[in-house]
């Protein structure tokens, strides 16, 4: 987010100084600040919570624009706060903070112009949440919601285009997902759930990287079952639209082999 060039005051050392005692005795960025310490005019802390974020201590600048909040709840600065405060809590891995802040941002100004910032923020906190396809992928889900969200509102943001990018990987991932469970299942010989998840993967995810090897797994499915007219019309479905993929390059080789047998 780009926020407006703040003119340095004489007193910002001094600031500085009254606001770390506050903070715990190792001075690492894992410290928070003492909230009952804290006094300060709402242009000195804001500014002191300014140089904590260029200085990457992000856990308490984003304590310090909390305070701004909580200490000037009124002021033009607080608006400001609520989302500096939102990435400083992304900045410091702090995502489920980070989505919090901006949600509470969002919930008191739903018309700001700084709001598709926000929408992004949510978004991207939980994209960097996301788990390998071993895990489960809520949190996928709902990365995929708040980027569908941004985009939905926000379709010429500067943030738009990043989040598609975001949406196709965090789809490829979904995919990946419902891969994994289906070849599961094909090693347990349970044909019937395996074709589920292929034909999830087909139908739902059809873009992505794993839609080749969905039909492919498909093919095997159903010969495997007994039923070569589906695997045949599979196989033409994935020679059409992959003709050069080296999964119907298998699948051809697969389909020939049960013809000979």
């Known amino acids: 987010m780009k926020v407006s060039p703040m003119r340095r005051s004489a007193l910002i050392p001094l600031a500085a100084v009254m606001l770390l005692p506050a903070c715990a005795s190792s001075g690492s960025d894992n410290d928070v600040i003492d909230r009952s310490y804290v006094a300060q005019?709402?242009?000195?802390?804001?500014?002191?919570?300014?140089?904590?974020?260029?200085?990457?201590?992000?856990r308490l600048a984003a304590g310090v624009f909390d305070e701004v909040e909580r200490q000037h709840p009124y002021s033009v600065w607080a608006r400001r706060a609520q989302l500096m405060s939102a990435f400083s809590y992304y900045a410091a891995g702090e995502y489920p903070d980070a989505i919090g802040a901006a949600q509470r941002f969002l919930s008191l100004h739903?018309?700001?112009?700084?709001?598709?910032?926000?929408?992004?923020?949510?978004?991207?906190?939980?994209?960097?949440?996301?788990?390998d396809v071993e895990r489960d992928q809520q949190i996928t889900q709902?990365?995929?919601?708040?980027?569908?969200?941004?985009?939905?509102?926000?379709?010429?943001?500067?943030?738009?285009?990043?989040?598609?990018?975001?949406?196709?990987?965090?789809?490829?991932?979904?995919?990946?997902k419902e891969m994994a469970i289906g070849r599961f299942y094909m090693q347990r010989r349970e044909y019937i759930a395996a074709i589920k998840r292929f034909e999830n993967v087909v139908n739902t995810y059809d873009t992505t990287s794993h839609a080749p090897e969905?039909?492919?797994?498909?093919?095997?499915s159903y010969l495997l079952l007994g039923i070569p007219e589906e695997a045949r019309r599979t196989a033409a479905v994935l020679g059409h639209n992959y003709p050069g993929s080296k999964w119907y390059k298998r699948t051809y080789e697969l389909i020939q082999e049960h013809a000979s047998a």
């Open 41 to 58: 005019d709402v242009a000195t802390l804001y500014t002191v919570g300014k140089d904590f974020l260029d200085r990457g201590s992000y």
């Open 214 to 220: 969905a039909l492919h797994r498909l093919v095997e």
């Open 110 to 131: 739903p018309g700001n112009r700084n709001a598709d910032y926000a929408y992004y923020l949510i978004a991207v906190s939980y994209y960097e949440q996301i788990e």
């Open 142 to 176: 709902q990365a995929v919601a708040a980027l569908n969200e941004l985009v939905r509102r926000y379709p010429d943001s500067r943030y738009a285009a990043d989040a598609r990018l975001k949406l196709d990987l965090a789809h490829d991932h979904l995919a990946g």
